[in-house]
């Protein structure tokens, strides 16, 4: 099993108070958000993109191990992905995680690798946790 952490602080209260995130392995450290961040384009991060992030990665990782298990060795997998966050009944639901592929797998068979990478999609441990619809599409560069 693996545990991995995160910590957030928030001084002050709503629109005016101010937030600093960390991650366990330093890349985050007392990184600043908050509304103006989230809401505004301030410099700093934002919950959604930091999911957006981890959604990107954690499927890029599982299309590149699957990919691998298929039998290819080599290949470029490049994604990125748009988180969707809404109002709804008085508050804020992330609706949607939109995937973006641009990938160059040589000798893959077209219709193998969009089999291998909605499975990847469906399968990614962030794409499990979200409770959002989530969409893929992809170029495959032979």
Known sequence: MTTRTGSARYDGLGKDGKGRVSTQSGVLNDSPYG????????????????????????FTMALSFA???????????ETS????LDQKDGGFVITKSELDL?????????????DIAADAKANCPVSKVLNAEVSLTHTLNG
């Open 67 to 77: 990919l691998a298990k298929a039998g290819y060795s080599d290949g470029t997998l």
């Open 81 to 84: 992905a748009k988180i969707t």
């Open 35 to 58: 509304f103006g961040t989230r809401f505004e384009n301030e410099p700093g991060t934002n919950p959604e993109e930091l999911i957006a992030a981890a959604h990107a990665s954690c």
């Open 102 to 114: 641009k990938a160059s797998v040589p000798g893959v068979d077209a219709d193998q690798f969009a």
